[in-house]
């Protein structure tokens, strides 16, 4: 039989009776005749809790234990589903991400999967069983349990389907697919059908919250299809729903034009040799976008979703480089992605003027061929993605 991966976020399985839901889902598709692994992350806010009790007890939690701490979040879930799909008569297994065979790198709170081994998951659906698996987690070489990062539940479900040959990949959220922007943000965006996947990894990369990036790098290594569906949504009896967002390496992918936001950002800027803040911002173990380097120095966004110490890594920074180095917060990165945006002259210009019409004074501008992006103050970002909407995709 084929084999589906199904991942389910954690609004998706906020409460039992969201569970239920996903376990009426599950066995449909099982009763289709699907081999199914399920991917589920924490219920609904409770990353977010757990990581506030840790800093109730230090304002720097050792990212050790709070890789410990918050791996339990997607172990609660896997439990409950597997419960509840037993409860409608399918036998069902759950795994942590260590006992599925994820192996990772040696970084805590963000590292990344460098293989996967899915023997015992393997045997389980050989034996007819539902397969349920926390997402967002794996075990380092030396055998520590790591996360992911924000959104790693993704990137487990992507991986596991690339090892075991899935017939696709399904994301199952509270939105029906990806759209030119962020519903939050802008009123009418438009749903975007069909996606190239190096596109949908742009917008990742710049902040868009439809998909971790790291999954749409396995995805496209891979080529595995990506389904961006919503949980709510009904199906027939063929499994299709009324609406989905489709990702594939595929020349008839729509050279989608959409705009992306990424707030809690700090801009930095070297004044000196480039090796060595890219040296310093490596061993403070500090994410760069947007690096630019130039004879004077070096500039670059510093993301803090997957950075809970920024108060320590920034000190370390700091001591490391000195005067030279200067960090301004509150920023955030807006940007436009599509396919050929620098091919065009105008392009970039329509962009400097969709920020200057709200007041959005940028401290960096990047343009390459995939996305034109801005570092601006973090309190114009919403205008600011309204007004880039209105002028590329409207």
Known sequence: MSILVQKYGGSSVADVEKIGLVADKVVAARRRGHDVVVVVSAMGKATDQLLALARQLSSDPPRRELDMLLTTGERVTMALVSIAIAARGCEAISFTGSQSGILTNDRHFDARIIEVRPHRIEDELSRGKVVIVAGYQGMSYRREITTLGRGGSDTTAVALAAALGAERCEIYSDVDGVYSADPKSVDDPV????????????????????????????????????????????????????????????????????????????????????????????????????????????????????????????????????????????????????????????????????????????????????????????????????????????
Do not use: C, Y
């Open 191 to 394: 749903h975007l059908p069909v996606l190239d996947l190096a596109v949908l990894q742009e917008m990742a990369e710049a902040g868009a919250k439809v998909l971790n990036a790291q999954a749409v790098e396995w995805a496209r290594r891979s080529k595995i299809t990506i389904h961006a569906r919503r949980t709510s949504d009904p199906e027939d009896a063929a499994g299709r729903v009324p609406r989905e967002t489709v990702a594939r390496e595929s020349a008839n992918a729509v050279a989608a034009r959409a705009v992306v936001g990424l707030d809690k950002v700090v801009f930095a800027r070297f004044s000196g040799e480039a090796e060595r803040f890219i040296r310093a911002s490596s061993e403070a173990e500090l994410p760069l976008l947007d690096l630019s380097i130039g004879t004077d120095g070096a500039s670059a966004a510093i993301p803090l979703l997957n950075v809970p110490d920024f108060d320590a890594r920034r000190r370390r920074l700091s001591v490391a480089l000195g005067e030279s180095l200067s960090l301004v917060d509150a920023k955030a990165l807006v940007s436009v992605v599509g396919d050929g945006l620098t091919t065009s002259a105008h392009a970039v210009p329509a962009f400097l003027r969709a920020l200057a019409s709200v007041g959005a004074l940028h401290s960096a501008i990047t343009a390459g061929p995939l996305r034109i992006g801005a570092v601006i103050d973090a309190g114009k970002l919403s205008l600011a993605e309204r007004a880039l909407h209105a002028a590329f995709v409207r």
